[in-house]
């Protein structure tokens, strides 16, 4: 897979550009931004980082997590969700124009890793699926294909993208996990896909995934990391740096502190990334008066495919692609 293959380059700059208008318009009113600890491990010892389209993001000098604080309210970020251009833009043009790509390139093979995973981390059975976030129900029509899992159903809060899950003959449950009632659902395993860095209460989030599972369930997310090279490279310049879409990017020892307080057990947090090496080749193509590392800048400009190859392989060995996925269990019994 590469970048240009999910996100082709003039239709992502399209959307960045909508984004920035949406700043403007939704998100004006800094007195009522709210400034919050660390999001992956509650601490206040933080330190600016930069500043971008308005938005200020900082790093944690525990766990090196990098975060947007002060951030909107709640209520500002799902207003902006529901009615901002760039929300119509993604879910009009952009995912529609990506779809069978993103289906080929990451759900299909998306949802045949989790089964397998399933199958080698054991879960209560009958083995059922819920897909928090579910979008266009992609991930779940792929996930249906694998005949592995005995119900698979969605949680999604947007109401288009509900009935489009819903057209396809899922389950829906039309509202957000974090109001969903105890004993509403309960399955073997709750999987999230890129949604933890848009939220404004990570934590919340996971403890809401947690009370949906049984006792033994799974819970299986990916999100972007700050650990990863890409990131840590391009840092500001970088285009997954970008608010008000993308507001925490939890280092992987961020991602073990928040799972332990949020009494899960760390079954295997791990940076299977594909596409660091590409996105650095392709950011400094487009900006090449951008200052890199020199060993960086040699590496990109010298070398091939052979060596991004190994280096990206070297970096998903390592944990140290910006692609994190953490599996939890849930496993004491709740009184
Ligand atoms: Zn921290």
């Not at 991930?139 to 809060?157: D, H």
């Not at 999230?192 to 033994?216: A, C, N, Q, Y």
């Not at 990131?231 to 280092?251: A, G, M």
Request: charged letters at 30%.
């Amino acid at each position: 897979m590469n970048e240009l293959e999910i996100r082709p380059q003039k239709l992502f700059n399209e959307y960045l550009e909508i984004s920035r208008k949406d700043v403007e318009r939704f998100f004006s009113k800094k007195e009522l931004f709210v400034e919050v600890s660390c999001p992956a491990c509650k601490s206040n010892r933080t330190q600016f980082a930069f500043e971008k389209y308005t938005f200020s993001y900082r790093i944690c000098e525990e766990c090196l997590t990098l975060f947007v604080s002060p951030r909107p309210t709640e209520e500002m970020i799902e207003d902006f969700y529901r009615e901002s251009a760039s929300s119509r833009f993604w879910a009009e043009r952009f995912f529609p124009e990506t779809a069978e790509a993103r289906r080929l390139k990451i759900f299909r093979p998306r949802a045949i890793l989790v089964s397998e995973l399933v199958s080698r981390f054991r879960v209560p059975e009958p083995i059922s699926l819920v897909d928090v976030g579910a979008g266009f129900g992609i991930f779940l029509e792929e996930i249906k294909r694998t005949g592995y899992f005995s119900e698979v159903l969605a949680i999604e809060p947007s109401i288009d993208l509900a009935k489009c899950c819903r057209s396809k003959g899922f389950r829906v449950i039309e509202k957000s996990v974090e109001n969903i009632e105890d004993n509403e659902l309960q399955v073997s395993v709750a999987c999230s896909f890129e949604v933890l860095e848009h939220l404004f209460d990570p934590e919340r989030f996971i403890k809401s995934m947690k009370r949906l599972l049984k006792t033994g369930g799974l819970i299986i997310f990916t999100t972007l990391t700050i650990s990863g090279l890409d990131l840590l490279v391009l840092w500001e310049h970088s285009k997954s740096i970008s608010p008000p879409h993308h507001i925490n990017f939890l280092s992987v020892e961020g991602l073990r502190r928040l799972i332990d307080r949020c009494g899960l057990e760390e079954v295997e947090i791990s940076t299977p990334g594909q596409l660091d090496v590409d996105i650095l080749c392709n950011t400094m193509r487009e900006m090449p008066d951008l200052k890199v590392p020199r060993f960086i800048d040699y590496i990109v400009k010298n070398r091939g495919p052979e060596t991004f190859n190994q280096l990206q392989a070297f970096l998903q060995a390592n944990n140290l692609s910006s692609h994190a996925r953490v599996i939890a269990r849930k496993v004491i019994l709740e009184l």
